[in-house]
């Protein structure tokens, strides 16, 4: 029995303290964030190879375009302003390969120049900038030498890197070299929704080796060309974790699968890069009840079951203690830890409060038990092209009217803020838990 207990057993006073009720605070320094990435937001990326791919019918649920995307590219200044007017202090942001190198080997300084605009808008907001160098697309130049199943590319790509170290590294604090290499190579060559539409076991082993070495040697070029006595900088991965559970619990088979697919989806990339990871950066969106389904070949033998559970306007399973699960799973690896994304698709804006309340609860937890996790980036910013998916699903704290670029910040945006002003969650956030109203 606690002390409180005990005194009122003793009939006592209830002590002033019980009415204060506690915050669940986040170590100080903690990063409140949020993520977007070029293709999605800025607009007019006409050198890429998603660029291309959109206009082939059928590769865009919707038919429609990326465009003119969320305007970001010329309204990035009121973006970070509202960002930062509801306390974030951290940003996760993609740059454009295609922008910086539109032809092989020559580099555009203008492009060069916005970006330096970019981070610098960013660091007088005195952000923490994290910044990917790989954000799924890649130059048509590039694209039509064989993109990442060429060796080459891993030169191209160490290149590209060099250049932006050198040129911008003054102003980025944590680097991301590829950001989910495992989406990357299924979407692209395993089942052909991306480009380049391959529908190849080889070819995706190429590209995953590809992209293994390429993260590699870009590590080895950020720390060579940037750490100074004084300051290290952090170079890692966001990887795409999957929280993966047996559906039928009591099925040998269905827990066999769960573990083969945890070490092949989670953690084979990491296998194949130790030593070159300073952080580990978790995307978490899934959680796959998963059924091993023999003649399901289609599907490589299994099935993702989400009956009677709830989800996000896109289908995916709502399930926050995933988020836990995964951290839990990475932890192995003793490295910090970075939520480099995470979010949900949904109009209903009061379901994104509970989402974003109950998932940092998670990561509170995670931490409380002694985990290492730094920092929180939000996905997504703005409501933005998801890919394959078009403009349907919207992930912003920000609504995007995208007939007028208007931004519309959505409640979601002050309730994070909440929480990133108190570096903690308040008693009063705590009521969006519970279950979602469908
Ligand atoms: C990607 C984002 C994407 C988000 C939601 C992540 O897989 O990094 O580009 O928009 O998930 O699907």
Redesign the pocket.
């Known amino acids: 029995m606690d002390l409180v207990e005990t005194k009122i057993a003793r009939g006592a006073e209830i002590p002033e303290e019980v009415h204060e009720h506690p915050v669940l605070k986040f170590p100080p320094g903690f990063l409140w964030g949020s ?1 977007t ?1 070029s293709h ?1 937001v800025e607009g007019g990326n006409d050198k890429n190879d998603w660029w291309e791919w959109e206009k082939k019918p059928h590769h865009i649920a919707d038919g429609t375009l990326s465009g003119s995307a969320s305007g970001h590219y010329a309204r990035y200044k009121e973006d970070f302003a509202l960002a930062r007017n509801n306390h974030q202090n951290a940003h996760r942001l993609s740059i454009e390969w295609s922008r910086v190198e539109p032809t092989k080997g020559e580099w555009n300084v203008s492009e060069l120049r916005h970006y330096r605009d970019v981070l610098m808008e960013l660091k007088s907001h005195s952000f923490t900038v994290m910044l990917t160098l790989h ?2 697309t890649i130059p048509t130049w590039l694209a039509d030498e064989g993109g990442w199943e060429n060796p080459r590319t891993i030169f191209y790509f160490n290149r590209f890197v060099k250049w932006v170290a050198d040129e911008l590294g003054d102003l980025v604090d944590i680097w991301v070299t590829v ?2 290499p495992m ?1 990357y190579v299924s979407q692209g060559y395993l089942y052909g929704a991306w480009p380049p539409g391959k529908k190849s076991i080889i070819s995706s082993y190429r590209v995953f080796r590809n992209l293994t070495r390429a993260h590699k040697k870009a590590y080895l070029t950020l720390h060579d060309t940037l750490d100074r006595r004084d300051r290290t900088v952090k170079v890692g991965i ?1 990887q ?1 974790v999957i929280s993966f559970e047996p559906y039928r619990r009591h099925k040998m088979i269905d827990m066999w699968f769960v573990r083969f697919a945890d070490r092949l989806w989670n953690h084979w990339f990491f296998s194949r890069t130790k030593r070159h990871h300073d952080f580990i950066g978790i ?1 978490y ?1 899934f959680h796959y009840r998963v059924a091993f389904v023999p003649r399901d070949y289609a599907h490589f033998f299994f099935q993702v079951r989400n009956e009677n559970r709830e989800v996000s306007d ?1 289908g995916w399973e709502v399930y926050p203690p995933g988020i836990f699960r995964v951290i839990a799973d990475m932890a192995s690896y003793g490295k910090p830890m970075y939520i480099t ?1 995470n ?1 949900i ?1 949904v109009t209903n804006d009061d379901k994104r409060n509970r989402f974003i309340v109950a998932h940092v609860k998670e990561i509170y937890h995670a931490i409380a038990a002694g985990m290492d996790v730094r920092g929180y980036f939000h ?2 910013l703005l409501d ?1 092209f ?2 394959e ?1 078009g403009f349907g ?1 919207r ?1 912003g704290l920000i609504e995007v009217d995208y007939a007028t670029m208007e931004r519309r910040p959505r409640k979601s945006l002050g309730i994070y803020g909440e929480i990133a002003q108190e570096n903690g969650i308040k008693h009063d956030l705590l009521r969006f838990l519970g279950h979602m109203v469908k």
Do not use: L, T
């Open positions: 993520s990435s999605q954000h799924f950001n989910e989406i966001a795409n995307n969106y896109v994304e979010g698709a996905w997504s933005n998801e890919w998916k699903p992930f």
